[in-house]
């Protein structure tokens, strides 16, 4: 049996006006998706469990079957995991980004425009941070270079408890309502504070501001924690696996796990990530091992910029460049295999941040195609009758693995 997961991040939404009082993913065309709803196994999952931020770390985990409340130490140190920066028992691994913050006239107060810095390139933001290493490094503080706008700052001895907040929670208000507080908060607001003036008049900005680009102007210190402990899929489920990712977090989450990460040339985690590189790496990954995990980004990003027209741009491409390829390939490959489609949280694009409501999922598998007449792939998955309800996220990956669909 051969196992493949497909996450469209943040693909999830609330029915909008803007939308004739539908979501980007129904208004979205998506024939592959809507194939796999009407012959699989329809739910709904509660990846968030209570009391946890909504955030793709805790999404994710709990998907992959850890549950969050034993497992979770922090987004940062998957990062750490994925980027091969190790942690020591006393080290605090914080997610540094690259954001763009408009000041007022008396440069007294500002506001977070953009979490991401226009998803500045990582060519870019390897020269920026470089800057920021250069400048900012202390014998307790050290930043390591990410992807994009994601990038690492790990603080030796330092505090884990600080209340700090994402960027993308924050877009269009004021920062100084939410700077980071608690023990140790001076460290950090420190360094953002200084990060700033190094970042103003820094050559990249300077091409950036002149191309019409939004310019990286400071750093921005959040989803901090200490190195977790996972059991590896080996352990957990006697299976070997694979993951496919653009980001860190996932890739992360992968090197937790146990799994091969594939490294896929061209993956962005944008609309111009390189969807067929992903999909055919994952498939050729089932030759050798069970399970592939295959976590497309678009879809939260666009959620996150604002825009329907990106979300449902991402959706659809996930469905066409993804989940078609993906599903021709598994038929043609072999002949025992499970689909799992779902995202990993809903990102509505009206409030451009993550919510904590259940998300639908869909299971296929080859072995045993059911009639749900009429049904698609969408959010309505979650009031359709004799759908599969399940509380606990950390439970679907035992479902998905273990439980007979016949």
């Known amino acids: 049996m051969k196992y493949i997961v497909i996450i469209g991040d943040g693909m999830a939404d609330r029915p909008d006006e803007d939308l004739d009082g539908l979501t980007p993913l129904k208004k979205a065309r998506t024939p592959n998706m809507d194939r796999l709803a009407r012959e699989g196994v329809v739910g709904s999952v509660q990846t968030i469990p209570e009391g946890f931020h909504p ?6 985990l709990s998907i992959l079957g850890y549950a969050p409340a034993q497992y979770y130490s922090g987004r940062a140190p998957l990062e750490a995991a994925s980027m091969g920066v190790e942690l020591g028992v006393n080290d605090v691994a914080y997610r540094c980004n690259l954001v763009t913050l408009k000041f007022d006239a008396a440069k007294k107060n500002a506001v977070m425009d953009d979490y991401s810095s226009g998803h500045i390139s990582t060519e870019e933001a390897r020269e920026i941070i470089d800057t920021i290493a250069a400048d900012l490094h202390a014998d307790d503080i050290s930043f390591y270079p990410g992807v994009s706008y994601r990038h690492l700052m790990v603080w030796s001895n330092g505090f884990a408890d600080i209340e700090c907040t994402p960027p993308h929670d924050i877009i269009g208000k004021e920062i100084r309502d939410y700077l980071p507080a608690g023990k140790g908060e001076e460290v950090l607001r420190d360094l953002m504070t200084r990060s700033t003036p190094l970042l103003e008049t820094h050559p990249v900005n300077r091409k950036r501001v002149n191309a019409g680009k939004k310019p990286a102007n400071s750093i921005w210190l959040w989803g901090q924690g200490r190195k977790p402990r996972l059991q590896t899929y080996k352990e957990k489920y ?3 696996g694979a993951l496919v990712s653009a980001v860190d977090l996932t890739k992360g989450l992968g090197v ?5 990460v594939l490294d896929v040339p061209g993956a962005t985690g944008w609309l111009d990530t390189n969807y067929a590189g992903k999909a055919e790496y994952a498939l050729r990954s089932l030759d050798t091992v069970d399970f592939v995990y295959l976590h497309i980004e678009a879809p939260d990003e666009a959620g996150h910029a604002g825009s329907y027209k990106d979300k449902i741009q991402a959706i659809e491409d996930l469905d066409a460049l993804i989940v078609g ?6 038929e043609e490959r072999f002949s025992e295999y499970r689909v799992l489609l779902l995202p990993d949280h809903a990102t509505p694009v009206k409030i451009r941040t993550h919510t904590e409501e259940p998300v639908p999922f869909v299971i296929f598998d080859s072995r045993v195609k059911n009639n749900n007449a009429g049904a698609a792939y969408d959010e309505s998955i979650s009031e359709r009758d ?21």
């Open 386 to 406: 004799g759908r599969v309800i399940i509380a606990e996220g950390h439970r679907l990956m035992d479902y998905f693995i273990k439980e007979s669909l016949a």
């Open 55 to 60: 955030g793709s770390d805790v999404a994710n």
């Open 256 to 260: 937790c796990a146990g799994f091969e």
């Open 325 to 330: 390829p993906v599903m021709k390939g598994l």
């Open 238 to 240: 006697g299976i070997s």
